[in-house]
Each structure stands twice: as structure tokens, then as C-alpha cells.
């Protein structure tokens, strides 16, 4: 990098998809000071760690491939943001002093306290500590042992789809509706999947206990289950409230429309832990990507003295894989409504796993020529404001 007198400091916190792009997009100027927090020293491919539990996917990625020159990877975790003095303190006691952070910390598994056994008893598979965990539990049962997922959304599926594909004894809770971000024909084809791959899935029931060889259902039946994962909802971390930061009623941190804190304007949100104008985007890698490169442009344009551009932003689609031989493509219209028009077996796998490629070959292009990958596609964010006011 070019030596100036004086640099502009950027803390990152969170090496996921949001906040990885978000650094390398910053390095489209020479006089910023990059600094990426995250609490391991491998990008973690968090949309294949279904694959990583059932053993067949590493889901870990060197920085080195990921990172631009540059950019300093601290292995820490955040634990307080300083707004009057300007530092991010460190678990290890270190503070990174910052002009600007983007707060990317995305989200984690929710096992509810509220479910008797579950934070005991229950598997997430939404990190990656955990997610090992899983798959050295799981490589310890027999072959025949019934395992339990909770939750019928993709997560979900995907777990399900996965460890049956393996010859798995699964059984699928799905809560009220199986796939309901899809649309009729979509939910279909994959209870069609499903069924024809021997997973026991159970509609218009929840689970409302967790024993350590068994669920209760929330109609009292109890069934055998010697190991179960917990798949229902997402939690983000808790810096932001830590910090005395506004946040939204899940405790993503409340911004507005250019993604920047609501209380300081020099904390720019990006990904999962965000929440524009109250009104969040689907957690998802697919938002991700484009909220890190906005967070940057943010940082960018008030840098340089700048109107940041607003959130315009839609959705194009909905991914799931179905084991290694089969998925889904769900269209959605850019409010992230389930158009009628989806395309699956192999031909929905050969997309899905096309775009899990690209989704990291991309941020290694952005890490090599910042500014070269464009992830940002206009939506109906603002149409949508205008209507809900």
C-alpha cells in the first residue's frame, strides 16, 4: 500500500461473507488502514456446513486466498465497541483504536432456553465449532440410529436431505409448514424428495421437549431420537447491545437506510446483523454479500466526503441442496415473494452448487481487483419504504 501521512483506520468485525467482501472493497482506496476481527483463522463457508457435518465438505477456506494485500487478520473476538474513545477491546485485551468499523458479525444458532433439554441435549449446526461437534457425534452412532431435525425451513432440509442421502434413519420436524418461503409447487417437489428418500417428516407439530434419546412433541407423543439437531431460527451476537448500541428486538444493530448505526454514524452495519430502518433483510449469504460491499461504499463515500448511496436491494432466488444429486432453484420476485417458476432434481443441484463456487471465487476476485466484482443489484427497498410509510 501507498505510504500517507495520514490513514484512515477500518476495523471489520467478522470474517464471514458480508464482512470479508466489506474489507477487500475497502482497499479500493490506498489510505485505509484495514483490520479484520474474527474469532478463527479460517473463512468458514457457513452455506455448506450441512455437508461438513455429514462428512463429505471441509467448509473451511484459508484467508490467504480470500484476504487482499494488506488487510491485518486478528484472531480475537470483539467484546466492546468504544464509541467515545474510538476502540474496538478485544477478549485478549487488546483495543484497536478506529475511524470507522463495520459491524458484520453475522448470526449464530438460536436453541431455545424456553424448550426443557434443548440447550442440553440439542446440536445447531449454524457454527462451525459446533457443526464439529455434530459430525464427531454423529460418526459415533450406528448406522440405524434415528436422528432428529428440528425445523422445517432450509437449514432444515438441507441437514435432513443431506444425512439421508447417507442411509440416515432422519425425521424432520417441521413446524407449522414444511419450506414455507417456498412456493406450493416448490414445497412439493421437495416433500416429494423427501418421502422418496425415506425422511419421516411431521407438519403441524413442534418439538416441546428434548431428552437425551427422545423429543416430546408439542401433542405429547415422544419420539426415539438418539441424536438431535436444532435447526429453528437464528440469534446474532450480543456486541452490538453490549456496546449500548440501539438494536432491534433480536439484537441486530438498528441503522439506517446507508446501513450506519442510527446513534453513531461511524459504525456501518453489514450482513445478518443489521437491521435497516427496523426492517431486515432474509438472513442469508445472498444478502450478505451485497450489504458488505454497500457497508464498505458507505465508509467510502464518507471518506471522501460523500452522500453514501440508500439500501436499494432485492432477492432473486431461493437455493437448496438436496443431498450431493439433487436440489432446488425457487424464483422469487425482488420483495423475496415465491414466484411460481422453480427448477430441481439435477438440474436445481448443478445450480446450487455452481452458486456456492462463485459465492467464494467472487470474494477472492474482489480480494485481487477490489471494485471488479459488482454485487449489488437495485430492488424495490425504497418503493417498499415508501408504501409502509
Not at 463457508?45 to 491485518?72: C, K, M, P, W
Not at 416429494?192 to 401433542?219: H, K, M, P, Y
Not at 459465492?359 to 427497498?381: D, F, L, Q, S
Request: glycine share 10%.
Amino acid at each position: 500500500m501507498t505510504e500517507h501521512n495520514a490513514f484512515h483506520k477500518v476495523v471489520v468485525i467478522g470474517g464471514g461473507y458480508a464482512g470479508t467482501v466489506a474489507a477487500n472493497h475497502l482497499r479500493m482506496r490506498d489510505d485505509i488502514d484495514i483490520t479484520l476481527v474474527n474469532s478463527r483463522p479460517t473463512f468458514v463457508e457457513r452455506i455448506r456446513l450441512h455437508q461438513f457435518v455429514a462428512g463429505n465438505y471441509d467448509a473451511s477456506v484459508d484467508y490467504g486466498t480470500l484476504l487482499g494485500d494488506g488487510i491485518e487478520l486478528v484472531v480475537d473476538n470483539a467484546t466492546r465497541i468504544d464509541t467515545a474513545s474510538r476502540t474496538v477491546k478485544l477478549a485478549s485485551g487488546r483495543a484497536l483504536d478506529y475511524d470507522y468499523v463495520i459491524y458484520a458479525v453475522g448470526s449464530t444458532g438460536a436453541v431455545p432456553s424456553s424448550v426443557p433439554g434443548a440447550a442440553e441435549f440439542a446440536y445447531s449446526i449454524a457454527e462451525f465449532e459446533v457443526a464439529q461437534r455434530l459430525r464427531d457425534r454423529l460418526a459415533e452412532l450406528p448406522a440405524n440410529a434415528v436422528v432428529t431435525v428440528v425445523g422445517g425451513g432450509l437449514t432444515g432440509i438441507e441437514t435432513a436431505a443431506e444425512l439421508a442421502e447417507q442411509g440416515r434413519k432422519v425425521t424432520l420436524v417441521a413446524g407449522r409448514t414444511l419450506a414455507p418461503t417456498l412456493s406450493a409447487p416448490g414445497r412439493r417437489s421437495v416433500a416429494t424428495w423427501l418421502s422418496e428418500n425415506d425422511v419421516t417428516v411431521l407438519e403441524g407439530t413442534a418439538v416441546a421437549e428434548v431428552r437425551q434419546n427422545a423429543v416430546v412433541l408439542t401433542d405429547g407423543a415422544v419420539r426415539q431420537s438418539a441424536l438431535t439437531i436444532w435447526t429453528a431460527g437464528f440469534g446474532v451476537p450480543g456486541l452490538a447491545a453490549a456496546s449500548g448500541l440501539p438494536v432491534d428486538e433480536l439484537g441486530r444493530l438498528l441503522t439506517d437506510e446507508t446501513l450506519a448505526s442510527v446513534d453513531d454514524d461511524r459504525i456501518v452495519a453489514a450482513g445478518d446483523a443489521g437491521s435497516p430502518s427496523g426492517r431486515p433483510l432474509r438472513m442469508s449469504c445472498q444478502a450478505a454479500i451485497p450489504l458488505g460491499v454497500q457497508a464498505a461504499d458507505t465508509v467510502l463515500s464518507r471518506i471522501a466526503g460523500t452522500a453514501p448511496a440508500v439500501l436499494d436491494q432485492g432477492f432473486k432466488g431461493v437455493l437448496i441442496s438436496l443431498g450431493r444429486h439433487a436440489g432446488i432453484k425457487q424464483l422469487v420476485s425482488a420483495d423475496d415473494t415465491p414466484l411460481d417458476t422453480y427448477f430441481d432434481g439435477q438440474e436445481g443441484a448443478q445450480m446450487k452448487e455452481e452458486q456456492c463456487r462463485k459465492t467464494v471465487m467472487g470474494i477472492g476476485m474482489e480480494a485481487r481487483n477490489p471494485g471488479t466484482v459488482v454485487w449489488y443489484k437495485p430492488g424495490p427497498r425504497l418503493e417498499q419504504m415508501a408504501a409502509a410509510r
